[in-house]
């Protein structure tokens, strides 16, 4: 049984930093890429994050880039989300996921889904 679990979220300024986590139960998940996604409501879930296997290729969401580090511990299965320059519109349930393509931006490419983290960024 594949899990992801995430933790870290919470309430924060704008301005503000938060650092997201997301654990893995499996070694079934060697060789996946890894992301975050989030969703708002009433909106579609958006891709924020991606990371290859092996952590040397990153990708990221335009509306994050230069705001939000995506990092992974294959040791400890792990996957990380530094977010800093916090905004208001970042307010979302962010979502772990995996895959097994390798760069994959698409939500469809994801076959491994966490249950999610609220941020909410308000002053």
């Known amino acids: 049984q594949v899990q992801l679990v995430e933790s870290g979220g919470g309430l924060v300024q704008p301005g503000g930093s938060l650092t997201l986590s997301c654990a893995k139960s499996?070694?079934?998940?060697?060789?996946?890429?890894m992301a975050w996604f989030r969703q708002s409501p009433g909106k579609e879930r958006d891709f924020v994050a991606a990371i290859s296997w092996s952590g040397d290729r990153t990708y990221y969401g335009d509306a994050v880039k230069g705001r939000f580090t995506i990092s992974r511990d294959n040791a400890r299965n792990t996957v990380s989300l530094q977010m800093n320059s916090l905004k208001p519109e970042d307010t979302a349930i962010y979502y772990c996921?995996?895959?097994?393509?390798?760069?994959?931006?698409?939500?469809?490419?994801?076959?491994?889904w966490g249950q999610g983290t609220q941020v909410t960024v308000s002053s």
């Open positions: 996921a995996a895959s097994p393509k390798q760069g994959a931006t698409s939500r469809k490419a994801y076959s491994y």
């Open positions: 499996a070694r079934t998940l060697s060789g996946y890429s």
